[in-house]
């Protein structure tokens, strides 16, 4: 009964819409960090179980990290691009946990008509994220996503005009020439061992 609960789970994803996968996603996103009394107190490892289970199986790692890395990406051995795909996937659940941490109730969202050619595999999804103060412009945010086997998935995300691949790209092109692929490895080993330290940490302090 589980196999057959999760076959279905991911074949209706695989069927959705990337507007409306988008808006169940956020939607659930958004209901959980306003009403889970663990994620309210900061529980980091609960975010984190949240973000593993409701975000990343939407993302394409492959194509976000190789966006990211650059050209210097072709230039990887194949284990090494495995690496760099495994920690950039750590580094960005642990940057999508912090910004479902900040998640308030009366941030409403509002989506832009989305524009796709029929039997289109690449689209943008764009909306808003609406904040009370009636002076303040609405947060703009856009997905790149791309049509898979498995349903729609997100490949980069731009915020307020920045494109998330360009701007890892900036300093992960810094860390290769400083220390090349390995040493872009490392720094991103590092940083996400501290990352998860300090979720540990957050979890036994409560």
């Known amino acids: ?25 956020s939607q ?6 306003t009403s889970d009394k663990e994620i309210q107190a900061g529980n980091r490892q609960r975010i984190l179980a949240v973000v593993n289970e409701k975000i990343l199986p939407h993302a394409d790692f ?12 072709r230039g990887a051995t194949p284990e090494q691009q495995e690496r760099l795909i495994s920690e ?31 039997n289109a595999d690449e689209v943008e999804v764009r ?3 609406r904040r009370p103060q009636r002076s303040a412009e609405p947060i703009r ?8 086997a498995d349903g729609w998935k997100i490949y980069d995300v731009n915020v307020v005009g920045v494109w998330m691949s360009e701007a890892y790209r900036n300093t992960f092109t810094s860390e290769i020439n ?9 720094t991103l080993a590092e940083k996400n061992k501290s990352l998860a330290a300090s979720a540990k940490a957050s979890a036994k302090a409560l």
Not at 141 to 148: C, I, L, P
């Open 1 to 25: 009964m589980l196999y057959a609960a999760s076959a279905f789970a991911s074949l209706a994803s695989a069927q959705e819409a990337p507007d409306v996968l988008v808006k169940r996603v």
């Open 28 to 33: 659930e996103i958004i209901d959980l960090a």
């Open 62 to 73: 492959r194509r976000a990290t190789a966006l990211a890395v650059g050209r210097h990406w």
């Open 88 to 118: 950039f996937r750590d580094l960005l659940m642990y940057t999508y946990a912090g910004a479902m941490s900040q998640i308030k109730k009366g941030y409403p969202l509002r989506f832009l008509p989305l524009r796709v050619e029929p």
């Open 127 to 129: 909306f808003e994220v």
């Open 141 to 148: 945010v856009s997905y790149r996503m791309a049509k898979s």
């Open 178 to 186: 400083r220390g090349g692929i390995a040493g872009l490895i490392e």
